[in-house]
């Protein structure tokens, strides 16, 4: 199952840790983090880079998809047990324009995308599909096995 994040309220993704644990989560994430999720993504859009300062331990994306448009910005984040940031973070940008599938079955953590421009469709190894665009957020738990991309799209792979 691929879950939007924007449509997830805190409690309802506590739930789904709490209730998946390390099937949601991964082994590691699991036994790091216990039942709660460890990152924090945010995505905002500003006219001035300048106003704009990344926090400490933050990885952070910088996107200006139309010149004189302003600026996507996307920061992700690992909280520790402490709510401190820290920066054990893989991150790609993938740009695509066909289709392409991403093998997640030697991956035992949870993956986050944030779409930075355009649309596509998820679908996972299962056939579960979900529409996909910039300024939104998707998870994958750790049981994903591999996710096709269907449609025009530039966006972040994360995971701890």
């Known amino acids: 199952m691929i879950y939007k994040l924007n449509d997830l309220s805190r409690q309802q993704l506590s739930l789904l ?57 996307a920061e992700v984040s690992v909280l520790t047990a402490t709510n401190e940031p820290t920066t054990a973070l893989t991150t790609a940008v993938y740009d695509l324009n066909d289709p392409m599938t991403i093998d997640y079955s030697g991956l035992d953590a949870f993956v986050i995308f944030v779409g930075l421009e355009g649309s596509c469709e998820l679908t996972d190894n299962q056939g579960h599909t979900i529409a996909f665009r910039e300024g939104e957020s998707a998870l994958i738990p750790a049981t994903t096995k591999a996710i096709k991309i269907e449609g025009t799209i530039k966006f972040l792979e994360t995971y701890v």
């Open 17 to 73: 840790v709490h209730s998946q644990k390390a099937a949601f989560l991964g082994h590691d994430s699991y036994r790091r983090f216990g039942a709660r999720f460890p990152l924090h993504v945010k995505v905002t859009h500003s006219l001035n880079a300048q106003a704009f300062t990344p926090g400490q331990g933050v990885f952070c994306y910088v996107h200006r998809p139309v010149i004189g448009s302003g600026l996507v910005i």
